[in-house]
């Protein structure tokens, strides 16, 4: 049996995202699709608490989400606002569809330092939210995909 040498351990997807342009007629979609409840957005939290860094400089991006649980993986439907974020960005250079695949991570600091180092992937956002922080990683060249890193303060 080969060693799992990788960077992240493939038994934590916590969601598959996708940016739209309308959150609310999307999740109807999906609702009506899956014969599920329409789930409810919620707005990310304002600058002062995400204390967002986008690219390398701070951004007051904000963005609607809609979360629906699948068993062992989360949809996450994201509506960003106007301002600079790699939602934004994503959504004007390539329009709607997925955006990033999601794992629940420890060590942040070290996970993103390792792929910049080892895989020439860097950082594109981060930030704060309540219980935890998110990273966003370029791995788009690599992957078709970006990575989305969560860490929860209670791990």
């Known amino acids: 049996m080969e060693e799992n040498s990788g960077v992240l351990d493939r038994n934590v997807i916590a969601q598959v995202a996708l940016v739209v342009h309308d959150i609310e007629k999307t999740s109807r979609a999906y609702a009506d699709f ?3 409840e329409t789930p409810t957005w919620k707005l990310t939290d304002a600058w002062d608490q995400t204390q967002a860094v986008y690219r390398g400089k701070p951004t007051e991006a904000r963005a609607k989400l809609a979360f629906m649980n699948f068993g062992s993986v989360v949809i996450e439907l994201i509506e960003p606002d106007h301002h600079p974020s790699i939602w934004r960005e994503f959504l004007d250079e390539r329009g709607e569809g997925f955006h990033h695949i999601a794992f629940k991570i420890a060590g942040m600091e070290n ?8 895989f020439h992937m860097p950082l594109v956002q981060k930030g704060e939210y309540t219980g935890g922080r998110y990273a966003y990683i370029d791995s788009l060249k690599d992957l078709k995909v970006l990575i989305e890193l969560l860490e ?3 791990n």
């Open 111 to 118: 996970i993103t330092g390792l792929m910049e180092q080892k």
């Open 34 to 36: 899956f014969g599920i």
């Open 152 to 154: 929860n303060d209670n």
